[in-house]
């Protein structure tokens, strides 16, 4: 199949059938790139800060409409659902429109949701205005600024991942109270406003969100020969002599390197559905930390209410130094991102299970730094862990997707809670060891996608030295 020759900045369409190579925008890995940091890490504050802030408006919910607790956290339930369902469509809309565009919509739509529901006069409508349609602004301005970074950066993505990703356990830890300082000066009304006012303040960063400059192309591969009007890829073999020599992958029997053109051929492949279901495992595992581990402190340790909420803060905390530790080791182990990854998720799923034996506040302040620095681990390196494995090209919409999973899991995970903690006996222990469980198994599905890629290399390998 022929290739049109084009001049550098023009790009081509990889075909999974043939040898041609498409041409990728260059990470300039810094420069611009950092200002996409900072930009990316103001809108975690603010979308993670609306996102984990819902439960604060409780009490306000539940005496202005007279309404259950069950019925208020349905708010909560849906802002979650939206928050990360919606991650198919943003991930669509990153790849047609741009990550500006996307974030700049986003902080719109959340914004005036906010403001809408300060004007509701029924919880339903509180139900749609600050759980689904937030949600929906949120989720936009989440995927669009995870998705900008790691297009900005390739040698240092994990580092810059980590570093944007952390502004999530800024929003977690300063907006809490922050929130609930302003409904005791202002009223649930006049915060809803504010909160409003500052999710449009995401309108600013979002249009620093830039894409790279189309003079800055390269090569997906470094190495690249013409053969009869085709372009195939070359891969450096060793020589005894120590040298290296190129030889092309696809004259190698099941060695060329896997090509994901579009979803459809991502949906297909194993991998892809072995990491939703590790990510649908882990977000059902995390919910209920995230959701119960207030209520367990003071209704089955007896623990102070104000201390109790200390908790949270050093959780929050834990999550902000999880997400800028493991960025750095992962970029300082490039290689291992994926071990980290499954080693930190079955860490705190183990954690999680056994905190039940804890009897005072100093063992969940332990608790909470485990969990809070694997919670945050998880969110730096899953953006790593899907470049490894399907490439840059469609990060966006297979974020989203992923998202999606992410979405069933917290709109199902926090009833299903709820619903154990009442047939136990109105105690938390149940639920943390089955959650604890659920983390666990949700990391070790991550270990038969590193297994496999760890056959696969060493299967190249050997083909490699056959070869010569």
Same mark, same amino acid.
């Given at each position: 199949?022929?290739?049109?020759?084009?001049?550098? !900045?023009?790009?081509?369409?990889?075909? @999974?059938?043939?040898?041609?190579?498409?041409?990728?925008?260059?990470?300039?890995?810094?420069?611009?790139? #950092?200002?996409?940091?900072?930009?990316?890490?103001?809108?975690?504050?603010?979308?993670?800060?609306?996102?984990?802030?819902?439960?604060?408006?409780?009490?306000?919910?539940?005496?202005?409409?007279?309404?259950?607790?069950?019925?208020?956290?349905?708010?909560? !339930?849906?802002?979650?659902?939206?928050?990360?369902?919606?991650?198919?469509?943003?991930?669509?809309?990153?790849?047609?429109?741009?990550?500006?565009?996307?974030?700049?919509?986003?902080?719109?739509?959340?914004?005036?949701?906010?403001?809408?529901?300060? $004007?509701?006069?029924?919880?339903?409508?509180?139900?749609?205005?600050?759980?689904?349609?937030?949600?929906?602004?949120?989720?936009?301005?989440?995927?669009?600024?995870?998705?900008?970074?790691?297009?900005?950066?390739?040698?240092?993505?994990?580092?810059?991942?980590?570093?944007? =990703?952390?502004?999530?356990?800024?929003?977690?830890?300063?907006?809490?109270?922050?929130?609930?300082?302003?409904?005791?000066?202002?009223?649930?009304?006049? !915060?809803?406003?504010?909160?409003?006012?500052?999710?449009?303040?995401?309108?600013?960063?979002?249009?620093?969100?830039?894409?790279?400059?189309?003079?800055?192309?390269?090569?997906?591969?470094?190495?690249?020969?013409?053969?009869?009007?085709?372009?195939?890829?070359?891969?450096?073999?060793?020589?005894?002599?120590?040298?290296?020599?190129?030889?092309?992958?696809?004259?190698?029997?099941?060695?060329?390197?896997?090509?994901?053109?579009?979803?459809?051929?991502?949906?297909?492949?194993?991998?892809?559905?072995?990491?939703?279901?590790?990510?649908?495992?882990?977000?059902?595992?995390?919910?209920?930390?995230? =959701?119960?581990?207030?209520?367990?402190?003071?209704?089955?340790?007896? =623990?102070?209410?104000?201390?109790?909420?200390?908790?949270?803060?050093?959780?929050?905390?834990?999550?902000?130094?999880?997400?800028?530790?493991?960025?750095?080791?992962?970029?300082?182990? @490039?290689?291992?991102?994926?071990?980290?990854?499954?080693?930190?998720?079955?860490?705190?799923?183990?954690?999680? !299970?056994?905190?039940?034996?804890?009897?005072?506040?100093?063992?969940?302040?332990? $608790?909470?730094?485990?969990?809070?620095?694997? $919670?945050?681990?998880?969110?730096?390196?899953?953006? =790593?862990?899907?470049?490894?494995?399907?490439?840059?090209?469609?990060?966006?919409?297979?974020?989203?997707?992923?998202?999606?999973?992410?979405?069933?899991?917290?709109?199902?995970? @926090?009833?299903?809670?709820? #619903?154990?903690?009442?047939?136990?006996?109105?105690?938390?222990?149940?639920?943390?060891?089955?959650?604890?469980?659920?983390?666990?198994?949700?990391?070790?599905?991550?270990?038969?996608?590193?297994?496999?890629?760890?056959?696969?290399?060493?299967?190249?390998?050997?083909?490699?030295?056959?070869?010569?």
């Amino acid at each position: 199949m022929g290739v049109k020759h084009e001049e550098a !900045a023009s790009a081509t369409t990889i075909s @999974p059938n043939d040898g041609r190579t498409e041409f990728q925008p260059r990470a300039p890995d810094g420069g611009f790139g #950092w200002v996409i940091v900072f930009a990316s890490f103001m809108q975690h504050v603010l979308s993670i800060g609306i996102a984990y802030t819902v439960g604060v408006y409780y009490p306000f919910f539940m005496e202005k409409f007279q309404v259950t607790s069950s019925t208020a956290a349905w708010v909560s !339930a849906m802002h979650f659902a939206t928050f990360f369902g919606m991650g198919p469509v943003s991930g669509w809309l990153t790849n047609k429109i741009g990550t500006a565009a996307v974030s700049f919509s986003g902080s719109i739509i959340a914004g005036c949701a906010c403001c809408a529901a300060a $004007y509701s006069h029924s919880i339903y409508i509180v139900i749609v205005c600050f759980g689904l349609i937030a949600g929906i602004g949120s989720g936009f301005m989440f995927i669009a600024s995870v998705t900008a970074v790691s297009r900005w950066f390739d040698q240092k993505r994990p580092l810059a991942t980590g570093i944007a =990703v952390s502004g999530a356990g800024i929003g977690i830890f300063v907006c809490a109270p922050f929130f609930r300082l302003l409904i005791d000066h202002y009223g649930g009304e006049g !915060a809803l406003l504010i909160e409003g006012g500052l999710a449009l303040q995401g309108c600013v960063f979002a249009l620093l969100l830039r894409p790279i400059p189309p003079n800055e192309k390269c090569k997906k591969y470094n190495d690249v020969i013409e053969s009869k009007n085709e372009r195939i890829p070359l891969q450096k073999a060793p020589l005894d002599d120590g040298s290296a020599k190129p030889f092309p992958l696809m004259m190698l029997p099941n060695c060329a390197p896997k090509v994901y053109e579009t979803m459809g051929s991502v949906v297909r492949s194993r991998t892809f559905w072995l990491f939703a279901v590790s990510q649908f495992l882990t977000f059902v595992s995390s919910m209920g930390p995230l =959701v119960f581990l207030y209520n367990r402190a003071v209704l089955d340790l007896g =623990v102070e209410p104000m201390q109790a909420s200390y908790v949270l803060s050093i959780l929050g905390i834990a999550n902000t130094c999880g997400r800028l530790l493991f960025g750095a080791l992962a970029n300082r182990f @490039p290689k291992s991102s994926l071990y980290l990854l499954s080693g930190t998720i079955m860490t705190y799923g183990v954690a999680t !299970a056994f905190s039940v034996l804890g009897t005072s506040f100093w063992s969940l302040a332990i $608790y909470a730094v485990i969990f809070g620095a694997g $919670y945050g681990c998880m969110f730096a390196l899953t953006t =790593v862990v899907l470049v490894d494995l399907f490439g840059i090209g469609l990060f966006g919409p297979i974020y989203g997707n992923i998202g999606l999973f992410r979405g069933v899991a917290a709109l199902a995970g @926090p009833p299903f809670a709820g #619903w154990l903690i009442m047939a136990t006996g109105q105690t938390h222990t149940a639920v943390f060891v089955l959650k604890g469980i659920l983390g666990f198994v949700g990391g070790a599905v991550l270990l038969i996608i590193a297994l496999s890629r760890y056959r696969r290399s060493r299967y190249m390998s050997m083909v490699a030295e056959t070869f010569y």
